[in-house]
């Protein structure tokens, strides 16, 4: 019994594709159909055939009843040479006469039997009694036999019917519509076949793109997507998911890059400022405190820098469910936090309808930077930081009537500073990832507060700007929600925050 267990664990399961499977269904199916109405045909015909063979001898014996009880007849007036005699014997109906003593006295073609039944009802008195047979031998065919009475003993005159060769025909009938369904199935089957092969050629270059991602792991394989049906949706929809894949995959090798090349030059500082831990006792004091102080910031860039790559990566994240947020709410919240921690004094204005759908946590995050980047940009400056959240001129929506999808146009927010402004070179590059401008490059920072506001305008139907402001400084924000709005992306990232 192992044995046997063994033997079948080791079997791989034999794959049937989807071809064969649709090819087989439909030639199954119309294998069933064809069956069903030839059998119901085949039941139908027989039937009308029968019930008609029976109506037609059923008719002549009943007129023949009603000649002999209407004249009196004589065996001689059915006798076949007599003129008119045609007019009891139609198509496929034998007539035989018997005589007063049930002898044949002008016998049918062919011969039938006379039986003392046939007899008794020759002397019989009363005119029109009759006496039936069914499935009567005679020779190799069968008929139907009625033997009705002439009446005060003056014979009888028999009626058969052939319907064995009704038998036959519904026989070769029924061979043909045999033949016919055999016909059929064969052909559905090839036909399923065919319609399987054309309608499953798609499903298979699809699968076969999808064995090619997983054996080679490149997830820059070209799909080819034909058709509006649901196999090029499924195309589309998997040419998508490969490119959205393979520019994750970007973004994290590009990530994963930039992080590496920012973290070596503090890294390089830190493990030469530790070496120099070794002699510390042989540095005056003046050098010793510039060497805790220079570990100390290097800590915090270090710190600051972590900090940021989780941001950007949670940044990228859809895990946050969407739901209707205030901007205005949310800069309110930033702004109050901002101005404990700088002490400076920062404006907060809004306008217009600034609700719209979104991700609260990741909105908050993008305004925080900005505001903190116009902060330490205008380190010391005596001019107020303002932060301005605008949105359509629309009438105000109670909350309990709100529903997701009702905002029209974007909602613009942009941090204003009078700080040292932005070259006109940097302005194409202050979104990007790590990019800081040559005066910033003293400041601490990473260069990443700026791109995870793009990533985050971004991933809310909008998109970052900057510009540079009338009397110096700078206005830097993003929209959601509506789009680019005026000003456009005229940049990726200061390197702020």
Known sequence: MRRLRR?????RPKLVSLRTTFAVSFAAVTAAVTILVGILSYGAAARLVRVDQQSVFTQVVQDVKDEVRQHEMVPEDFSSSRPGHDLVRPARTDVQVLGAKGQIVDHGSPVLPVTARDRAMATAAAAGRTVEYKDVSVGSD??????VSLGDGRGAVQVAQEFSDTEDLLRALQQRTLALMSAVVVAAGLFGWWLARRITRRLVVLTSAAEDVARTRRLGIEVPVAGFDEVGRLGRAFDRMLGRLAQSEEDQRRLVQDAGHELRTPLTSLRTNISLLRRIDELPPATRDDLVADLTQEARELTDLVNELVDLAAGQSDSEP????????????????????????????????????????MLQRAISNLVENAAKFDRGGEAPIEVDVTGPDLPRVPDSARTRG?????????????????????????????????????????????????????????????????????VIGFTVGGGIADGGTRGGSRGGA
């Open 322 to 361: 969407p739901q209707r947020v205030d901007l205005a709410d949310l800069a309110e919240d930033v702004v109050g936090l901002a101005r404990r921690r700088t002490g400076r004094d920062i404006v907060l204005r809004t306008s217009g309808d600034t609700s719209t759908d979104g991700r609260p946590g």
């Open 142 to 147: 069968l008929f139907r036999v009625a033997t």
């Open 406 to 474: 009702t905002h029209v146009g974007p909602v613009r927010v942009e941090v204003l500073d009078r700080g040292p402004g932005i070259a006109d070179g940097d302005l194409v590059r202050i979104f990007d990832r790590f990019y800081r401008a040559a005066d910033a490059r003293s400041l601490p920072g990473s260069g990443l507060g700026l791109s995870i506001v793009r990533e985050v305008a971004m991933a809310h139907g909008g998109a970052p700007f900057a510009l540079r402001r009338d009397g110096g400084g700078s």
């Open 7 to 11: 033997l079948l664990a080791q079997r």
